[in-house]
């Protein structure tokens, strides 16, 4: 089983549409987790950081429930700009801090 | 200010030849790490470094993978006899704090013929 795990996609979605990332991840020792872009052939930015209260900026929800291992993303609305891969980030702590990647979600928007 | 810079942006190689990549992260920024991400893929973790010291190497797919970071500030990864496997784009990334939000720089695409 891999230690971060994404819905495969591609998501193909209208403008305007809401749409749902899950990821799950299978150590519990788990400290930190993140929400990361990236555009084709680009670097990966961070999106969000995601708090066990839940977190919003703008269009974008992002929940953790620690108990279920599960992370999400929702972008309410979508942009044309929003077509990119999402990528869910684990950091484990190691001694040091090790951050594992999910496979990532490709999320295209048509017009 | 400026953001984490990686050189070369491409290098191209014949398979058995030693490379070195380059990071310089932000400045300030205590943490770095070194990750490999191949086509359709998520970036896949190499090793991190706290200060000078190397806190977690275990990504390093074997031992002709080695990094130095001597001055707590740029760092080198450095690959001995290259082979077609190790093609992919090579990023660095810099954090503020351990476990904290992570910068990236461009990547390095490492092609071996």
């Known amino acids: 089983r891999k230690e971060v795990e994404q819905d495969p996609g591609p998501f193909n979605v209208p403008e305007g549409a809401t749409v749902a990332f899950n990821c799950t991840y299978s150590?519990?020792?788990?400290?930190?987790f993140f929400w990361y872009r990236q555009d084709c052939r680009k670097e990966p930015k961070l999106l969000m950081s995601?708090?066990?209260s839940g977190n919003e900026d703008g269009r974008f929800t992002a929940q953790l429930n620690r108990a279920s291992q599960y992370i999400s993303l929702l972008i309410r609305d979508s942009k044309l700009s929003d077509s990119a891969t999402y990528l869910c980030?684990?950091?484990?702590?190691?001694?040091?801090?090790?951050?594992?990647f999910g496979a990532g979600t490709r999320l295209f928007v048509k017009a | 200010g400026a953001g984490v810079s990686q050189t070369p942006s491409n290098k191209v190689t014949e398979k058995g030849k030693y490379v070195e990549l380059r990071c310089d992260p932000i400045?300030?920024?205590?943490?770095l790490y070194w990750y490999r991400q191949s086509l359709g893929q998520g970036p896949e973790f190499l090793i991190y470094?706290?200060?000078?010291?190397?806190?977690?190497d275990s990504g390093l797919p074997n031992d002709r993978f080695f990094a130095v970071r001597p001055e707590g500030s740029v760092s080198t990864l450095k690959i001995q006899r290259t082979e077609r496997g190790d093609s992919a784009v090579y990023l660095c990334?810099?954090?503020?704090?351990?476990?904290?939000?992570?910068?990236f720089g461009p990547g390095t695409r490492l092609t071996v013929l």
């Open positions: 980030v684990v950091n484990l702590y190691t001694g040091g801090f090790k951050t594992i």
């Open positions: 150590n519990s020792a788990s400290q930190s």
């Open positions: 995601v708090y066990s």
């Open positions: 400045s300030g920024h205590t943490a």
């Open positions: 470094f706290q200060g000078t010291g190397a806190a977690d």
């Open positions: 990334a810099s954090a503020e704090t351990p476990g904290g939000e992570q910068f």
